[in-house]
């Protein structure tokens, strides 16, 4: 059992994690940022571990704690998982700029193609150029959402002129990158924080996706969404289930073998196909609350793509000048997101 496992094992948590979790073998505790009605909480991480105990047949336990419960911030999530004290974590990548410099290339807009389930898979099957990036924790698993589009709480954005002086919350540094050359100001914020900002003018709107709305309740806020045609979008953000490298290390190889056959590839194909999935309420929710939903002409849309190539070429700048062949990461990333497109 591992130190958290014992701290949260006491009598004080004993309405936390429930009495049948006394009985396992390994009891483990997944902390992420969002609230439990999150689709990531309900319809990814609970069925996962819920798949992980039946397999093992009750000698794994894994409690789930939402929304920073156990202390911290949001990007203090992947030094809990380093250092030992969480167990499991679920996080953005971006929250913690500069420690995964390799797997950024795939939030790139113009690498990232608007399937949340062709990047996922193309994440899990390039750990091995990766690999560098999560020298220190053990990943279950890498994916990302399907994207980012622009949503506003002010004014439509209906040409590329339109986004100039809006303030955006960003998701990460290359969608600042992003927001920057729209002429717009980036603004830094966790997710859970956005709902709170957009009410007070701290912010314009954000770039985020749709899947996020009904969790933070963004069709309450928004009055206009606008995306690129065809699906694609302004890149996209990559998302962590790790696990604490000494508390894998420490399972018996019968457990490992659970735990291995519900990560990496063996779930990325479905994980990828949820996130595809989850767009379909936000989606619904904006409709229903008279949202309007603007797809850019071709024109515009090429003065938005234009920027996403000045994003790539500099990122690819920073990172080569940092010793990673960049211009060969983005190469591959592409390779590896159009592999995954064909396998559909």
């Known amino acids: ?78 030094g809990q998982v380093r250092d030992g004290s969480a167990d499991i974590v679920w996080t953005i990548l971006g929250y913690t700029p500069g420690v995964f410099p390799r797997s950024e290339v795939f939030e790139l807009p113009l690498v990232h193609a608007g399937s949340a389930r062709d990047t996922t898979v193309a994440l899990n099957a390039s750990m091995d150029m990766l690999a560098e990036d999560f020298k220190d924790v053990h990943v279950l698993f890498l994916h990302s959402h399907d994207g980012n589009l622009i949503h506003t709480a002010t004014k439509p954005v209906r040409t590329f002129e339109d986004a100039a002086g809006l303030k955006l919350r960003t998701p990460g540094r290359t969608g600042a990158w992003e927001i920057q050359g729209m002429g717009a100001e980036p603004v830094g914020l966790p997710a859970p924080a956005l709902p709170e900002a957009m009410s007070k003018g701290v912010v314009d709107g954000a770039l985020t996706t749709y899947e996020i709305v009904p969790a933070l309740n963004l069709q309450e806020l928004d009055k206009y969404t606008t995306e690129l045609p065809d699906g694609d979008r302004f890149g996209t953000a990559v998302f962590m289930l790790a696990m604490n490298q000494d508390v894998y290390d420490g399972l018996p190889d019968d457990l490992k073998a659970v735990i291995d056959a519900n990560s990496g590839m063996n779930v990325a194909a479905e994980i990828g196909a949820l996130w595809e999935g989850f767009e379909e309420p936000g989606i619904a929710a904006l409709d229903a609350a008279g949202v309007e939903r603007i797809v850019l002409p071709a024109g515009e849309a090429a003065k938005f793509n234009a920027v996403s190539e000045t994003v790539v070429q500099e990122w690819i700048g920073e990172v080569t000048a940092k010793g990673i062949d960049g211009a060969g990461l983005v190469e591959q990333a592409r390779a590896a997101v159009a592999a995954a497109a064909a396998t559909r």
């Open 1 to 78: 059992m591992t130190r958290i496992s014992e701290f949260l094992c006491t009598a004080a948590a004993a309405a936390l994690i429930g009495t049948s979790a006394m009985a396992a073998d390994v009891q483990l505790i997944l902390h992420h940022f969002l609230p439990p009605v999150s689709n990531a909480h309900k319809d990814m991480l609970e069925p996962w571990a819920t798949k992980i105990e039946a397999e093992s047949g009750g000698r794994i336990d894994i409690e789930i704690v939402p929304s920073m419960s156990m202390g911290g911030k949001p990007g203090e999530l992947y």
